[in-house]
Nanobody
Framework: QAKLAESGGGSVQPGGSLRLSCTAS????????MAWFRQTGEEREVVAAI???????EYAGPVKGRFTISQDKPTNTMYLQMNSLQPEDSALYSC????????????????????WGQGIQVTVSS
């Protein structure tokens, strides 16, 4: 059974950093695409995505230059390093996985991803 498990959320002051982790198990796709989404209220927006086969990554505009998505293939773990956090980054962050896709464009629709983690809260506040 495919499963994603997030860890690393919490509370931080503006300007601070956090690193989220997402460990996958049971995925059967070859070189899946994995992504981080965040949700405030009812709307869920993509943050970043990584093509696990070659490590190519794409980012949403508001996080470019501040967030870095990466992976450790031997442990099937994806990371989101978040720097210079601001209150507007506060949200429920979830990791997601789907089969490989091309071209390398940021997948903005959460409906493209069939496998999801449970979500983890990130709060940025002074």
């Amino acid at each position: 059974q495919a499963k994603l498990a997030e860890s690393g959320g919490g509370s931080v002051q503006p300007g601070g950093s956090l690193r989220l982790s997402c460990t996958a198990s049971g995925l059967t796709w070859h070189n899946p695409v994995m992504a981080w989404f965040r949700q405030t209220g009812e709307e869920r927006e993509v943050v970043a995505a990584i093509w696990t086969g070659n490590g190519h990554s794409e980012y949403a505009g508001p996080v470019k230059g501040r967030f870095t998505i990466s992976q450790d293939k031997p442990t099937n773990t994806m990371y989101l390093q978040m720097n210079s956090l601001q209150p507007e980054d506060s949200a429920l962050y979830s990791c997601a996985a789907r089969s490989w896709t091309y071209p390398y464009t940021l997948p903005v629709r959460d409906t493209e991803f069939p496998i999801w983690g449970q979500g983890i809260q990130v709060t940025v506040s002074s």
